[in-house]
C-alpha cells in the first residue's frame, strides 16, 4: 500500500507541476495584458507594396464573395496586387475569377496543404513585393487592414499577426469558437508582448516581408500546423513576432460540432507531432544561445486547449480533496484552478458577456468530453489533409 500511495503521489505531483505551471501562465499573460498598455506604431508616411495571397480549397462561391471583398480594401491600388491560389475549383470559378483584377494560380495536388498552395504561388509570383499577406478562403479584412500593417512594418518589425476575429456567432459552438480565437488573441499574441516575446502566428491574417516569407516557406512543408512551425521557425532565427490589435481580419468560425471535431482533431494532432519534433530544441535554443523566445513557442506547443484545462482543473482540486496526503494538497490545486478560471475569464472580451453566452456555456462539458476523446483518436491525422468547410461567405 505505501509503494502504492508513493507511486500515485509522484504521478499527481508531475499531474500538478505540468497543469499548475500552465495555469499560472495564463494567469500572469492574461492579468498583465489587461493591465499594461502596448505601444502603437505612429502612422507611416510612405506605402509598403503588399502582395495578398488567398488560400482557396473547392468553396467556389466563398472564394468569389472573398476575392471581391479583399479587392475593396483601402490602399492605394497600385499598392496591392490579390492572388488566388484555387485549389480544385470548378472551371466557371476560374472563369469568373480570371475576370476580376486579380491573379489565379491554378493547382490541384493529390494531396492538399496551405503550404504546397503557398509554395506554387511564390513560384508564380515575378513582381517585387516589400511584404506578403496571408488569409484563408473565408477571411475578410477590415477596410484598413493594410494601413494598420503598413504602420507596423515602417516601425520597423519584419512579421505582423492581425487581430483575426469572428464574423459570426449564430450557434452555442460558433460562440466558443469565437471566445477561444479572443483568448488565444489576448494571452498568446498581445500579452506576450508586454514581455517582448513573439506573438503565435495563427496561419492566416499574417504579413512576413517578401523576402522573409520566400526563405522560411522554403523551410516548410507541414500537412497540419502550418502556422505553428513558421513560428517556430522565425523564432529559432530570432526575428520577432509583433501583433497589430487593430489590424481586423473576419473570419468565419465553426458551427457544426462534427467539423468541430474533425477540425481541432487535426489542430491537436499537429501540436503533439511539432512538439515531438521540435521538443528538445527548446532546450538547446535556450541554454546555449539564449533564445527564451524559441523556448516559448516550444512550451506553447505543450499547452493542453483551454477546454480541457476547464474540465481538468476542477476535476484534479477534486479527487486531491477525495485522496488527501496524496501529492500536492487540496490548497495548491484550488489556488492552480483559480488562476486557470481567473486568466481564461479576463481574457473573455467584454462583449460575449450577454444572453448568448449561457447557452454556449452549457456546450462545454460536452465538448470537453469531445476534446478528450480526440487525445486518444490522433493517429494518421497529421498524415492527410483535413479540410475544414465554411457555411457562407459573407459577414
Given amino acids: 500500500m505505501a509503494v502504492i500511495t508513493l507511486i500515485l503521489s509522484i504521478i499527481f505531483t508531475l499531474i500538478f507541476i505540468y497543469l499548475g505551471i500552465y495555469s499560472l501562465y495564463l494567469f500572469v499573460f492574461s492579468v498583465l495584458g489587461k493591465l499594461i498598455k502596448l505601444r502603437v506604431p505612429p502612422a507611416a508616411t510612405s506605402y509598403s507594396k503588399f502582395v495578398i495571397y488567398i488560400c482557396?480549397?473547392?468553396?467556389?462561391?466563398?472564394?468569389?464573395?472573398?476575392?471581391?471583398?479583399?479587392?475593396?480594401?483601402?490602399?492605394?491600388?497600385?499598392?496591392?496586387?490579390?492572388?488566388?491560389?484555387?485549389?480544385?475549383?470548378?472551371?466557371?470559378?476560374?472563369?469568373?475569377?480570371?475576370?476580376?483584377?486579380?491573379?489565379?494560380?491554378?493547382?490541384?495536388?493529390?494531396?492538399?496543404?496551405?503550404?504546397?498552395?503557398l509554395h506554387a504561388a511564390i513560384a508564380a509570383t515575378h513582381e517585387d513585393f516589400d511584404a506578403a499577406v496571408v488569409?484563408?478562403?473565408?477571411?475578410?479584412?477590415?477596410?484598413?487592414?493594410?494601413?494598420?500593417?503598413?504602420?507596423?512594418?515602417?516601425?520597423?518589425?519584419?512579421?505582423?499577426?492581425?487581430?483575426?476575429?469572428?464574423?459570426?456567432?449564430?450557434?452555442?459552438?460558433?460562440?466558443?469558437?469565437?471566445?477561444?480565437?479572443?483568448?488565444?488573441?489576448?494571452?498568446?499574441?498581445?500579452?506576450?508582448?508586454?514581455?517582448?516575446?513573439?506573438?503565435?502566428?495563427i496561419g492566416s491574417g499574417m504579413v512576413l516581408e517578401y523576402k522573409l516569407f520566400k526563405e522560411t516557406m522554403a523551410q516548410i512543408d507541414a500537412v497540419g500546423g502550418f502556422d505553428k512551425e513558421m513560428g517556430l521557425v522565425l523564432?529559432?532565427?530570432?526575428?520577432?513576432?509583433?501583433?497589430?490589435?487593430?489590424?481586423?481580419?473576419?473570419?468565419?468560425?465553426?458551427?457544426?460540432?462534427?467539423?468541430?471535431?474533425?477540425?481541432?482533431?487535426?489542430?491537436?494532432?499537429?501540436?503533439?507531432n511539432l512538439l515531438k519534433t521540435y521538443g528538445l530544441t527548446g532546450f538547446k535554443e535556450l541554454f546555449v544561445h539564449g533564445n527564451f523566445d524559441y523556448f516559448n513557442e516550444i512550451y506553447q506547443t505543450a499547452i493542453l486547449p483551454r477546454i480541457l484545462m476547464l474540465g481538468l482543473m476542477p476535476f484534479m482540486l477534486f479527487v486531491s480533496i477525495l485522496l488527501p496526503g496524496i501529492g500536492p494538497g487540496w490548497q495548491l490545486w484550488l489556488g492552480a484552478t483559480l488562476c486557470c478560471y481567473i486568466g481564461i475569464l479576463v481574457a473573455i472580451p467584454s462583449s460575449f458577456f450577454n444572453s448568448k453566452l449561457l447557452g454556449a456555456v452549457m456546450r462545454i462539458p460536452l465538448i470537453f468530453f469531445t476534446m478528450f476523446a480526440l487525445l486518444f483518436k490522433l493517429k494518421g491525422a497529421n498524415k492527410k489533409f483535413i479540410h475544414t468547410p465554411h457555411s457562407t461567405g459573407t459577414k
Fill in 56 to 117: 482557396a480549397y473547392k468553396e467556389d462561391e466563398i472564394i468569389l464573395h472573398s476575392a471581391a471583398e479583399a479587392l475593396k480594401i483601402d490602399y492605394p491600388k497600385d499598392k496591392f496586387h490579390v492572388c488566388v491560389i484555387a485549389d480544385s475549383m470548378q472551371p466557371e470559378t476560374i472563369v469568373k475569377l480570371k475576370a476580376m483584377p486579380l491573379q489565379v494560380v491554378e493547382v490541384v495536388f493529390e494531396s492538399s496543404t496551405k503550404s504546397k498552395a
Fill in 135 to 201: 488569409f484563408d478562403i473565408d477571411n475578410i479584412a477590415a477596410p484598413d487592414y493594410l494601413h494598420q500593417i503598413n504602420n507596423y512594418l515602417h516601425d520597423g518589425n519584419r512579421v505582423v499577426q492581425g487581430h483575426r476575429v469572428a464574423k459570426n456567432t449564430e450557434t452555442p459552438v460558433a460562440i466558443l469558437d469565437a471566445i477561444s480565437e479572443e483568448i488565444n488573441n489576448h494571452i498568446f499574441r498581445k500579452a506576450q508582448q508586454v514581455f517582448k516575446l513573439s506573438a503565435a502566428i
Fill in 235 to 272: 523564432t529559432r532565427q530570432k526575428i520577432h513576432v509583433n501583433y497589430a490589435d487593430k489590424a481586423y481580419v473576419f473570419d468565419e468560425k465553426v458551427s457544426n460540432p462534427e467539423v468541430f471535431k474533425k477540425q481541432r482533431r487535426r489542430w491537436l494532432s499537429a501540436q503533439f
